[in-house]
């Protein structure tokens, strides 16, 4: 344990620290006075004790207490008891900022989002304008302009263009009014309507009639049902019709099947293919055509002379035979027909 050298006024004053010497503050230090009793140095006598060789540094001794106050109060502050006289040091020269540096560390210190006001050095001067008269820039000329503004005919012109816009705004304000009339008129029109309801879907499951029985049980319906024919009409105003052949196959298969459509003509006349004498029935007579008519003429694009598509529909009759497999069927009847020729001939 290393003891201070005190001097013999002091050695009633004992001067003792708590904590390492990299943290002292002044609740650390406490000046107890106890007679006869020695400074001890904490930090030191633990290095002497860990380590007994390492030299240790001896405080100086002070002769009063206010020296020996400040020499704690330096402790604190510098962690150092001697002054640089003691140490055989000169004084330290502190050296002048210059006034740059001080800048520089009050940029650095300062945060990046301060903002730095130049200088008015640092500050150009604003451009002139050239050819500006001089009469603009004069008291006179302001007085001037003033007083026109202030005249009774500018503030006529102000309160006519005022008046102008509030006409507007009410006219504008008016229309909107009956906008707004009108969609309630139609809102209420939409309420009372009847619409299609769904069961008339599933009721009406229409599907291509194949015999001349159900040809004629769907010509009474659409005479005596009418919501049925609306609904039949709907359901073929949206198939495909880029075209008026293509849409006149599209409504014709929709309706009828294709045995069924071999049984029709357009006039009703007789079959000039077969051999036999058989009576094709009219197509142009019936319910159905007048169905097909009004769902064709709907469509814009073939809103033409019926002529024409009674012609389109009459050729597509006509060619019915030639459809799903019609030609092969025929081709190979016609093949039996000659070998059965032939084995008969042979057979004579």
Not at 201 to 220: C, R, S
């Amino acid at each position: 344990m290393s003891a201070c050298r005190m001097k013999p006024e002091l050695a009633q004053y004992q001067l003792i620290y708590i904590g390492p010497i990299s943290a002292m503050k002044s609740s650390k230090w406490t000046l107890a006075r106890k007679a006869k009793k020695k400074c001890y140095n904490y930090p030191y006598y633990v290095k002497k004790r860990l380590e007994t060789d390492t030299p240790e540094k001896i405080p100086p001794s002070s002769r009063t207490y206010s020296d020996a106050n400040s020499r704690v109060r330096r402790a604190e502050e510098t962690s150092d008891l001697q002054t640089d006289a003691e140490l055989g040091r000169g004084h330290r020269r502190v050296k002048k900022k210059r006034f740059e540096d001080e800048d520089d560390s009050a940029h650095t210190d300062s945060s990046a989002d301060t903002l730095v006001i130049p200088s008015t050095s640092q500050v150009p001067k604003p451009p002139t304008v050239r050819g500006f008269p001089a009469l603009q820039r004069s008291n006179a000329f302001c007085r001037s302009q003033n007083e026109k503004l202030n005249s009774s005919d500018q503030t006529d012109a102000i309160l006519l263009a005022v008046a102008k816009c509030e006409t507007r705004v009410e006219d504008q304000s008016r229309l909107l009014e009956q906008v707004m009339t009108l969609q309630k008129d139609i809102l209420h029109q939409l309420q009372h309507t009847r619409p299609v309801s769904s069961t008339h879907d599933h009721e009406y499951n229409f599907a291509p009639v194949d015999t001349l029985v159900a040809f004629a049980a769907l010509e009474e319906k659409i005479t005596s049902d009418k919501d049925f024919k609306e609904l039949l009409v709907r359901r073929l105003e949206v198939l495909d019709g880029s075209s008026l052949k293509i849409a006149v196959k599209s409504v014709m298969d929709t309706i009828l099947t294709n045995s069924l459509q071999q049984k029709f003509n357009w006039e009703g006349k007789t079959c000039w293919r077969t051999k036999e004498n058989f009576t094709k029935k009219g197509f142009k007579s019936t319910k159905v055509c007048q169905l097909v008519f009004s769902t064709l003429l709907r469509k814009p694009q073939f809103s033409t002379d019926e002529n024409v598509i009674g012609a389109s529909i009459m050729k597509y009759l006509r060619s019915s035979s030639d459809r799903c497999g019609g030609r092969a069927r025929r081709s190979r009847k016609q093949a039996d027909d000659s070998s059965h020729s032939v084995t008969s001939a042979e057979s004579g």
